[in-house]
């Protein structure tokens, strides 16, 4: 059964920073796709970034692109957010998983917050 440990979230100023790492574990992470995703209050949970198996491709929603950067090390079964520019429109629970393994389940998120 995979699992996923997000950390690094946490209260910033808008336009700061944060780097978020997912941690997998229970499957063969270097060979599938991952996504982070994000849900915020009454709000349904939506894709912000997506990453090939080996890294070289990525895809960005459209409000994230410019401002995200998702990396991935095989090595560690991690996948990274980086978070610049933020806006409180970005305020979430954040989490990752993969598009190709649906069944998994989620883990517990991190939090951020985007507020002065």
């Known amino acids: 059964q995979a699992q996923f440990v997000e950390s690094g979230g946490g209260l910033v100023q808008p336009g700061g920073s944060l780097r978020l790492s997912c941690a997998a574990s229970g499957f063969t992470f270097s060979t599938y796709v991952m996504n982070w995703y994000r849900q915020a209050p009454g709000k349904e949970r939506e894709m912000v970034a997506r990453?090939?198996?080996?890294?070289?491709?990525?895809n960005y929603a459209d409000s994230v692109k410019g401002r995200f950067t998702i990396s991935r090390d095989n090595a560690k079964n991690t996948v990274y957010l980086q978070m610049n520019n933020l806006k409180p429109e970005d305020t979430a629970m954040y989490y990752c998983?993969?598009?190709?393994?649906?069944?998994?389940?989620w883990g517990q998120g991190t939090q951020v917050t985007v507020s002065s």
């Open positions: 990453i090939s198996p080996t890294g070289f491709n990525t």
């Open positions: 998983r993969s598009p190709a393994r649906a069944y998994d389940y």
